[in-house]
């Protein structure tokens, strides 16, 4: 008996510590499979496009879908992951209307959906930007195991610490593999071909 | 003007010449013992609310100079910052205290590191634009230069492709 109670603390310890590691060690390198801690990157969000149409997750289903977080304020990361994404969209041809490209804003709070539209009219119109309620954007974060973080600067305003990486997510919306940041272009390229032509 | 360090200048005009392919060098600014080279930008989105600027700094001097103040009338604000990734996740801070430039050392402001960062662009930056800034050295002073708005390099490798210019017609 006391056997199996300390077997249960096991595993509580266990699962307390995969939520932990959830938390802090998103999909950023490597991985691949089901998710990170036993859960699965991916589940249920609503949230709202660029032109204020209500988006969630069943909306993304029947294509494969390329998703990557960040926000507007962001001068490097997030403008090279959206050219890197239109020049991919350009280089895929025709397959480039087989696959969802969503980026999620981490920022509600400066990313309104006329925000977006303003700041990604820069970049292939097929990108999908989504925002929603900070409980919203925490939840999908959460469903996809995105770290993100406010971090106030002095002298007034903030920034985010956010998670890089873009995942793959087939047709159904099952995790497939991240793209890391600084991927080759021609590499990550080859993957979005395989989710596409699995 | 003397002959020979004219003619001393005309042959480091035709090294330069010759050299061809070497514009940074050609605008390689000059500031007490700093040599500022290849400063640029990358071309922002529309209503982008921040900017990022870089360039290399070399000091020949023999003490230590550090990069404590930025500022431009092409934006609100400029900070110093530093851009870092770890485990898959970008961070961002101020430089706290500036940038320290040691006695023969050359330190780089470049993609996935260092960098201005411009806060509230007057307007997007454009390709081939060139942006006002003047930096502010502890012990070099204040030195005026423009930043040229460029493609910037591809991150992962340098595949021609993914040298992409923000293209508003989203490349179609």
Known sequence: ?198 | MSKPLFAGRLAAGLLVLSAGFSPALALDVHQGALILSHPWSRPTPPSAPTGAGYLTITNHGSAPDRLIAAASPAANQVQIHQMSMAGGIMTMRPVEGGIVIAPGATVSLAPGGYHLMFIAPRRPFKLGDQIPVSLTFERSGTVKLDLTVETPPAPGDSMPGMAMPVDPKGGH
């Open chain 1, 1 to 198: 008996m006391a056997r199996r109670w300390f077997l249960a603390g096991v595993v509580a310890v266990m699962i307390a510590l995969g939520g932990a590691a959830a938390l802090f060690w998103p999909m950023g390198a490597g991985g691949g499979g089901g998710g990170v801690g036993g859960r699965s990157v991916g589940g249920p969000f609503s949230l709202a496009d660029q032109d204020g149409r209500p988006v969630t997750e069943q909306t993304l289903k029947g294509k494969p879908t390329a998703i990557v977080f960040g926000f507007t304020y962001c001068p490097e990361i997030c403008p090279t992951t959206l050219t890197n994404m239109t020049a991919w969209l350009k280089a895929l041809g025709p397959d480039a209307d087989r696959l969802n490209m969503v980026f999620v804003s981490v920022d509600p709070e400066r990313d309104t959906p006329a925000q977006l539209k303003s700041y990604l009219s820069a970049f292939d119109p097929r990108i999908r930007g989504l925002t929603g309620s900070p409980e919203a954007v925490a939840r999908i974060a959460g469903e996809y195991q995105v770290y993100y973080r406010k971090v106030p600067i002095a002298g007034g305003g903030y920034t985010m610490d956010h998670s890089s990486a873009i995942y793959l997510m087939d047709a159904k919306g099952r995790f497939v593999a991240p793209i890391a940041f600084g991927t080759p272009f021609d590499s990550a390229l080859a993957s979005l071909r395989r989710l596409i032509h699995p």
